[in-house]
């Protein structure tokens, strides 16, 4: 007898295999899922990661941009300071240069001559006087560049005009004043 197999066996067969694939389908899908949210959540972690690292800078960039205003400040202090000790030493070592000059102006001053102004704007000293004859004032000018204070003496004006009703001559001359170093050891009044 032949056996005949009333049984839908590929309907089965097909049954089976798409409750196989559906399962198949349904793991991928799950295990996609799973695999989105996995990356989703570790790119997320470096993210708040990064930005605790950057806000992490931010705040050390701002506390060095402090220092560096405050380094500035106490570069310009300093300079301020160093300003001020210069003029300090340079008046320290330049305080008897005015007893200096006028010790030489008495000494290079010759008779007859009598001084009105004697002003200083620098190193250039302009002198204004009166005399009774030009050539004290030529004698004044050779005493100056004799001085080892004083060089390039230089006569402005010279001029007649009258003092206390007696005819005398008005002057004007420019000298520059030279710097004496304390190491040269020169005596400018050529006494001991």
């Given at each position: 007898?032949?056996?005949?197999?009333?049984?839908?066996?590929?309907e089965?067969?097909?049954?089976?295999?798409?409750?196989?694939?559906?399962?198949?389908?349904?793991?991928?899908?799950?295990?996609?899922?799973?695999?989105?949210?996995?990356?989703?959540?570790?790119?997320?972690?470096?993210q708040?990661?990064?930005?605790?690292r950057?806000?992490?800078?931010?705040?050390?960039?701002?506390?060095?941009?402090?220092?560096?205003?405050?380094?500035?400040?106490?570069?310009?202090?300093?300079?301020?300071?160093?300003?001020?000790k210069?003029?300090?030493?340079?008046?320290?070592?330049?305080?008897?240069?005015?007893?200096?000059?006028?010790?030489?102006?008495?000494r290079?001053?010759?008779?007859?001559?009598?001084l009105?102004?004697?002003?200083?704007?620098?190193?250039?000293?302009?002198?204004?006087?009166?005399?009774?004859?030009?050539?004290?004032?030529?004698?004044?000018?050779?005493?100056?560049?004799?001085s080892?204070?004083?060089?390039?003496?230089?006569?402005?004006?010279?001029?007649?005009?009258?003092?206390?009703?007696?005819?005398?001559?008005?002057?004007?001359?420019?000298?520059?004043?030279?710097?004496?170093?304390?190491?040269?050891?020169?005596?400018?009044?050529?006494?001991?």
């Open positions: 007898m032949i056996r005949i197999n009333l049984l839908p066996h590929r089965l067969a097909r049954a089976a295999r798409r409750r196989q694939f559906n399962i198949l389908l349904g793991i991928a899908v799950a295990a996609g899922v799973a695999i989105v949210i996995v990356g989703h959540t570790v790119i997320a972690s470096r708040a990661a990064q930005d605790a950057n806000a992490y800078l931010e705040q050390e960039i701002a506390k060095l941009d402090a220092q560096i205003g405050e380094i500035k400040k106490i570069r310009e202090q300093t300079q301020a300071l160093l300003a001020r210069q003029v300090v030493e340079t008046l320290q070592s330049n305080r008897t240069e005015v007893v200096h000059l006028f010790d030489q102006m008495i290079v001053l010759p008779d007859g001559l009598y009105k102004s004697f002003k200083q704007v620098g190193d250039t000293i302009t002198i204004t006087g009166y005399t009774q004859s030009s050539a004290r004032v030529s004698t004044l000018m050779r005493n100056l560049e004799a080892p204070w004083f060089d390039s003496a230089r006569l402005v004006e010279i001029k007649a005009v009258n003092v206390n009703n007696l005819r005398a001559n008005e002057f004007v001359l420019s000298v520059h004043q030279t710097r004496q170093t304390p190491e040269s050891g020169q005596n400018p009044g050529g006494q001991s």
